[in-house]
């Protein structure tokens, strides 16, 4: 048999063509967009965990509050945070929205104050420097009621931020240099300080709200006399020569108020509320007056 004709059972196998399946490998382009997710979910869900009750709080002026930034402070620890404002119905108010934290749940209760804290400077005093660069803040203190969540900010703190006291009214023919933080005395010391000023209801005098220590609470009776020490009194005599009389430094740059009380044993301890009448200066005789008056024991 010739070569050329091969019996075809005795040539090579050829190889099988083997044939890979094609798998879909996930995009790498997506691996950054997913880890990104994952993180936020996280950090929604752990935040989430610190949220506490939403309130709202009322102010006669928001001015310089942002949603989102302006924190809400009790003893230098923030709890919360302004989360919106809008105007009440009535257009005369600022109703500002916030959260506390979980922590400070408890602050949602009647009784609780809220009052914003601007940089104030005057001659007398300084106060709110912290929030020069950072802008207002809210701070609080907190109240013992029912749970509550719609509020009526203070216009002004409160005094010594919470400090007990004598809170009364003195009426002058006007306020003339008396502003908020003007220091009252007694016999030289400072044992209290102006609150607020204004106008009575009908304009025909001005109001001094006064705010005296707990301490020094008990030295005001009903027959206490008030007066203005604000600025300095000068006078001159031909022998004497130039008298010059001042109660303090912080009086003559920010004025002041002074009081004294008779010893009139018949006289009674005066309360929240009483209205007095502020003397445009002293009578000779009420600085001899020295009445032996125990002070309230601290707490």
């Known amino acids: 048999m010739s070569e050329t004709h091969k019996d075809p059972k005795s040539a090579p196998a050829l190889p099988a063509a083997k044939v890979k399946s094609k798998r879909r490998l996930f995009p790498v382009v997506w691996v950054v967009p997913f880890v990104a997710a994952v993180i936020a979910i996280y950090v929604a869900y752990d935040r989430s965990r610190e949220f506490g009750p939403k309130i709202t709080i009322s102010f006669n002026d928001s001015t310089g509050v942002v949603s989102g930034q302006t924190p809400i402070y009790y003893r230098g620890v923030p709890i919360g945070e302004v989360t919106g404002m809008e105007l009440s119905k009535d257009l005369k108010h600022a109703s500002v929205k916030a959260r506390l934290r979980r922590s400070a749940a408890a602050l949602a209760r009647e009784g609780t104050q809220f009052w914003i804290v601007r940089p104030e400077i005057g001659i007398g005093n300084i106060t709110g420097l912290q929030t020069v660069l950072s802008g207002p803040e809210i701070q609080t203190l907190p109240g013992s009621g029912e749970p509550r969540f719609e509020f009526v900010g203070l216009e002004n703190p409160p005094p010594e931020q919470g400090e007990k006291g004598l809170k009364i009214v003195l009426r002058a023919s006007k306020a003339g240099f008396l502003r908020k933080n003007t220091p009252v005395y007694y016999r030289g010391v400072e044992v209290g300080e102006v ?11 001005a109001e001094i709200h006064v705010f005296i220590a707990q301490k020094y609470a008990p030295l005001v009776r009903t027959s206490t006399v008030f007066w203005n020490v604000s600025g300095v009194d000068v ?3 031909l022998f004497k020569g130039l008298d010059v009389k001042v109660e303090s430094l912080r009086a003559l ?9 008779p010893d ?13 009448t502020l003397h445009p200066e002293a009578q000779k005789e009420w600085l001899e007056w020295a009445p032996q008056i125990a002070l309230a024991p601290e707490k």
Not at 195 to 205: I, R, V
Not at 253 to 261: D, L, N, Q, S, V
Not at 264 to 276: L, S, T
Request: a neutral charge; charged letters at 15%; proline letters at 3%.
């Open 264 to 276: 009139d044993p018949q006289a009674r301890r005066a309360r929240d509320g009483a209205v007095f």
């Open 235 to 237: 006078s001159a005599g």
């Open 195 to 205: 609150q607020d000023t204004g106008l009575n209801s009908n304009a025909a005098s």
């Open 253 to 261: 740059m920010a004025g002041g108020i002074a009081f004294a009380t």
